[in-house]
């Protein structure tokens, strides 16, 4: 089962990724991404993506309000205080 990756928003300034950007986890481990992937990104999917392979978002609390098959998650950059920009996920999954 593969895992989509979209950048659904972006809050402030996102050096890396822009909205609509995508990559993939392959097979549930294998990174696979046309676009550089930021490290901050990566630790924010990095407690789910093993579980939202088989589990509903839901049971993780973290399904939309419109798409419950998806999950999402934000990365930590504090853009308010950094200047930077924290980028908003949805992981969906890809049968």
Not at 27 to 44: E, N, Q, R, W
Not at 45 to 58: E, G, H, K, T
Not at 61 to 76: E, L, R, T, Y
């Amino acid at each position: 089962m593969n895992l989509i990756i979209k950048v659904k928003e972006i809050k402030g300034h996102c050096p890396v990724f822009s909205r609509g950007d995508k990559f993939m986890l392959e097979d549930g481990y294998k990174l696979v991404s046309d676009i550089p992937v930021c490290m901050h990104a990566l630790s924010s999917i990095m407690p789910f993506y093993n579980a939202l392979r088989v589990s509903d978002p839901a049971k993780f609390g973290i399904a939309g309000k419109d798409n419950a098959d998806a999950g999402f998650v934000q990365c930590p950059d504090v853009c308010d205080y950094t200047k930077g920009g924290t980028a908003i996920l949805e992981i969906s999954r890809e049968e």
